[in-house]
């Protein structure tokens, strides 16, 4: 079955420390990657997407996100943490244009930053 | 001005009663979603809305429609509530098969 699964449920790293949020997908072919966050009561913001090309993507904030094929992985870091980035983080797929047009995310990272 | 607004951000009712949430978006977005946010945290599809192609979740019970007067909007109609429906309900919209954007959600609470 296809799914997107975020193995760390809650993460918790000092503030200037780096961090590295994992995501692994199970899917026929290269799908369409993107990774989310959601702060407290607030709506999902895209903090970075894949869809084909240089396997490293840059987004906003800082955030950045390696797409690996061999391991079916999409995992998001960062190099220095801010007390601001706690949140939730959300990796999401699309199946590509094979597929429908749902949009999965997986279960979610909850990163606590400790001053 | 909002690309996705979802109206009313709170909602609180009673079980048994009838409730629609509202959405809007104006990005020109052809396609639009309706994502249910349980307490956990986790996000479902409840259903995607594209140029009037519906796709439905069959896990959601048909007490849920959706309702697209046109491509801007697309409408959550919920009958009978249950406690069981309390959650924070997020509409979203993208251009087929690019990233989603999404609303500030709507909080419900079934009492």
């Known amino acids: 079955a296809q799914s997107v699964t975020q193995p760390d449920i809650h993460i918790t790293v000092s503030e200037g420390a780096s961090l590295e949020l994992r995501c692994n997908y199970s899917?026929?072919?290269?799908?369409?990657l993107f990774w989310y966050v959601q702060s407290p009561g607030q709506g999902l913001q895209l903090l970075l997407k894949?869809?084909?090309?240089?396997?490293l993507v840059q987004g906003i904030k800082g955030f950045e996100a390696e797409f690996k094929r061999s391991q079916s992985s999409f995992n998001l870091r960062k190099p220095s943490v801010h007390w601001s980035d706690a949140a939730e983080y959300f990796c999401a797929v699309v199946p590509g244009r094979a597929g429908s047009y749902q949009l999965t995310f997986g279960k979610g990272t909850k990163l606590s930053v400790i001053p | 001005d909002t690309a996705v607004s979802q109206t009313p951000k709170y909602l609180v009712t009673q079980m048994g009663n009838d409730k629609s949430i509202k959405c809007e978006q104006n990005l020109g977005h052809d396609t639009m979603y309706w994502y249910k946010q349980d307490s956990k945290k986790f996000l479902k599809i409840m259903f995607s809305y594209n140029n009037k192609e519906l796709i439905i979740n069959e896990t959601v019970p048909n007490r849920f429609s959706p309702k697209s007067p046109d491509k801007a909007h697309l409408n959550l109609h919920i009958n009978s509530l249950e406690l069981g429906d309390s959650a924070v309900y997020f509409c979203?919209?993208?251009?087929?098969?690019?990233?989603?954007?999404f609303g500030q959600g709507t909080r419900l609470t079934v009492v």
């Open positions: 894949y869809f084909s090309g240089d396997t």
């Open positions: 899917y026929g072919a290269t799908p369409y």
């Open positions: 979203a919209s993208s251009l087929s098969y690019t990233e989603a954007f």
